[in-house]
């Protein structure tokens, strides 16, 4: 399995910066908004961004947990059943501008999942979806991010392996990964 560097820990912390900024130019006083990390791992990368902005934006952001996995439109198509996750939303997101976010952008398909199962916790104001890599060329379904680390250009051959320090890494690093060698 052939790997190849995409972000270092340096450049990942610049460009997790990079993406607080521009939230803090959109959402100012963050009054009526709030987080919700994709589950399994879009939680990790939201839990860095809630961090980050308590420091800059000098403000507490509501971060919950979103679990789409019965929402999704493979759920019974798999040859082994998806394993589900936690979904923890502590406030209701109705009238709430919601921060969707998850580490890649691939097909468009978890977003869509999670588009769904957002709406049992309300009717939000407006949704914006933050993702750490967007993987161009390959979306099955119109789905853009509004806030976007880096884009990558991908084969169908390769994936995008995000490995953070809160997930048990020894450093926050992206790999792109061929997986036929």
Not at 5 to 25: G, M, N, P, Q
Not at 57 to 73: M, Q, S, V
Request: charged share 30%; hydrophobic share 45%; proline share 3%.
């Amino acid at each position: 399995m052939q790997k190849k560097l995409i972000l270092d820990s340096d450049l990942l912390d610049i460009t997790l910066s990079r993406l607080c900024e521009e939230l803090i130019e959109n959402h100012n006083t963050f009054a009526n908004s709030v987080i919700l990390g994709l589950q399994p791992r879009g939680i990790f990368l939201a839990e860095l961004i809630q961090n980050k902005l308590r420091d800059l934006a000098k403000k507490e952001i509501p971060l919950g947990y979103l679990d789409a996995t019965f929402h999704r439109d493979d759920f019974r198509r798999r040859d082994t059943p998806a394993k589900a996750s936690e979904t923890k939303v502590p406030f209701v997101i109705e009238g709430k501008q919601v921060i969707l976010i998850d580490d890649v952008l691939f097909t468009g398909r978890t977003v869509r999942a999670a588009l769904d199962a957002m709406i049992a916790f309300g009717r939000p104001e407006k949704v914006e979806l933050l993702v750490l890599v967007d993987r161009t060329h390959t979306r099955d379904l119109p789905i853009a991010a509004d806030y976007v680390g880096k884009h990558v250009d991908t084969l169908e051959s390769q994936r995008v392996l995000v490995e953070l320090v809160a997930q048990g890494h020894k450093q926050n690093r992206i790999w792109l990964v061929n997986t036929k060698d």
